[in-house]
């Protein structure tokens, strides 16, 4: 869209001023701002224009603009300023991100020990995707001629970032034909799109000779594998000692050893909904290891493309009740605090699913 200068300064006036105030903008807001180099009438005028092309909007009748859509797209690909971050700002927002991501994981780690505690079974909390995940979209903060961040938001809504170190200097305009490359070529692809003939068609396109658009791929790569990989977390294997049936060392250490490998967990008796308890007793269970044990388990939402299940082993003597109430209620809080929706008071009534013979023993 081609604009006058004229009108790419309101623009960018009505932008900034309303990031600033959330309030609407009127044209003598705008004048003060461009300190009267214009004047009111001609900004009105402007302003109409602009709103007639669909880069502003007027709320109400009487009251200022505001930036549409459209026109933050304007603001954002032209007539934003851009500014650099210092190494020290970049190295503590890497930090602090990361430092989100292992919260997120820790959160899960204290879930499976809560539940060990309280049921006094060796307990385990998993994380999976529910479908492909890939890179929605590209950014680069620009930190200095060495170095920037790259940003990468994934369709399953998480954030990731890297800080890179270049061996070369590179030029803004470079970096923005990366991040405009990367855009239109790499997002929307699962990680095993990403191949060695891609990436060296994207080094011809964008004329790189440093080795750079191979690290940007190498960290999607790494992004994708990432979350469609399980994440497990194991908390209390060693209770089941404290049971009569596992007193056998060589029994005991069978389950413990099961216990370790993350496929096999994946692999136990999960529920088709979140919410819904599996009970899967004895020999029901496929796995040799756990053929004199029963598993206890519950879905849960962690929004997202993402699903969760949280659940216990232990003796086939165990007060499936009790067990099933307890997760349903852990269960309840991952939901909440993982999908985005805060920390609320359950009802302390939660009680466990009916459990018959429709659910007893059901695979």
Do not use: W
């Amino acid at each position: 869209m081609n604009l006058s200068e004229r009108k790419k300064g309101i623009l960018s006036k009505v932008v900034e001023l309303y990031v600033k105030t959330a309030e609407p903008v009127g044209s003598k807001a705008v004048v003060e701002s461009l300190g009267s180099r214009i004047s009111s009438a001609t900004v009105r005028s402007e302003m109409v224009e602009l709103e007639s092309l669909g880069l502003l909007e007027q709320p109400h009748t009487s009251a200022g603009r505001i930036p549409s859509s459209t026109g933050y797209r304007i603001y954002v690909n032209d007539l934003m300023q851009s500014q650099n971050v210092s190494t020290d700002d970049a190295h503590e927002i890497n930090n602090t991100l990361d430092k989100r991501i292992a919260e997120k994981s820790h959160l899960l780690d204290k879930a499976s020990n809560l539940t060990s505690r309280l049921t006094t079974y060796p307990a385990y909390a998993m994380t999976s995707a529910t479908g492909i995940i890939t890179i929605a979209r590209f950014d680069f903060i620009y930190v200095d001629s060495s170095s920037f961040i790259i940003v990468a938001l994934l369709s399953n809504d998480t954030v990731k970032n890297k800080l890179v170190q270049l061996l070369k200097p590179c030029k803004p305009q470079m970096q923005a034909k990366l991040v405009a490359v990367f855009n239109a070529s790499f997002t929307g692809k699962p990680e095993e799109s990403i191949t060695p003939a891609l990436i060296t068609a994207t080094e011809r396109a964008v004329g790189d000779t440093t080795g750079i658009v191979a690290v940007i791929a190498g960290f999607a790569i790494e992004l994708l594998v990432e979350a469609k990989s399980i994440g497990a977390h194991i908390a209390g294997a060693v209770n089941l000692l404290d049971h009569p049936e596992y007193r056998d060392i060589d029994k005991a250490q069978r389950i413990i050893r099961y216990l370790s490998d993350v496929k096999e967990l994946a692999r136990l008796p999960s529920p088709d909904t979140a919410g819904e308890i599996k009970i899967t007793i004895g020999p029901e269970n496929l796995a040799d290891e756990l053929r004199d044990s029963s598993v206890v388990a519950v879905k849960y939402d962690t929004g997202g493309d993402m699903q969760g299940l949280i659940g216990v082993i232990g003796p086939i003597r165990m007060d499936y009740s009790k067990v099933a109430a307890n997760l349903s209620y852990i269960a309840q809080g991952l939901s909440l605090l993982l999908s985005g929706s805060g920390i609320l008071q359950l009802d302390t009534a939660t009680k466990s699913k009916k459990i018959g013979d429709e659910e007893v023993g059901k695979k």
